[in-house]
C-alpha cells in the first residue's frame, strides 16, 4: 500500500509540472485550486475478469476513459499515459495513469455519477487493481 501511495505521489506531481509547464494537455493553464483525480490501472488480468484481458481489451478500457472529457462537461483537464519507469513489469507498478481536473469537489461528485463514467468503470471492472487520488492543486509560485 505504501509502495501505491509513492507511486501516486510522484505520478500526481510530474503529471502536474509536465501538464502546467508544457501546455500540452487539455484545458486551462494554472488551475491552482483545481481538484486533481488520479486513477492509476494496474492492467492486469483478475479471477473476477468477465473475459481475457488482451490487446484490444485494453484499448477498449483505454478508449472508455478517454472519451470521458467529450461526454462530462465538469472534467476541465484530462491527461493519461503509460507508465515507462524501466522497472515497471517488476511488481505491482500500475500501467497506466488518467489525471483529471475538476473545478471543486462537487464537479468530481457529478461525474463519478455521469452514465458514462459509471460505462468506463464497468468495462473495467475485474482487469486489475486501481488506485484513485484526490488532492487540491497549489503551485509554487514562479520567480
Not at 501511495?5 to 506531481?13: C, D, N, P, R, T
Not at 488520479?38 to 484499448?59: D, H
Not at 500500475?94 to 461528485?109: E, G, I, V, Y
Not at 468495462?123 to 488506485?131: L, N, Q, S, V
Request: proline share 7%; charged share 25%.
Amino acid at each position: 500500500m505504501i509502495r501505491w501511495i509513492s507511486v501516486a505521489a510522484l505520478v500526481a506531481g510530474l503529471a502536474l509540472a509536465g501538464g502546467y509547464f508544457t501546455g500540452k494537455s487539455r484545458g486551462p493553464r494554472g488551475a491552482a485550486g483545481h481538484l486533481r483525480h488520479v486513477l492509476l490501472w494496474s492492467c492486469k488480468q483478475s479471477s473476477n475478469a468477465p473475459e481475457e484481458l488482451t490487446p484490444g481489451k485494453i484499448k477498449e478500457i483505454e478508449g472508455a476513459f478517454r472519451a470521458l472529457p467529450s461526454k462530462i462537461p465538469w472534467i476541465e483537464r484530462f491527461e493519461w499515459g503509460t507508465n515507462i519507469l524501466p522497472w515497471r513489469d517488476s511488481g505491482p507498478h500500475p500501467k497506466r495513469c488518467f489525471l483529471l481536473t475538476f473545478k471543486d469537489t462537487q464537479a468530481r461528485d457529478a461525474f463519478r455519477l455521469h452514465p458514462a463514467y459509471v460505462e468506463a468503470e464497468q468495462i473495467a471492472r475485474g482487469y486489475g487493481a486501481r488506485f484513485e487520488f484526490d488532492y487540491v492543486a497549489e503551485e509554487l509560485p514562479r520567480d
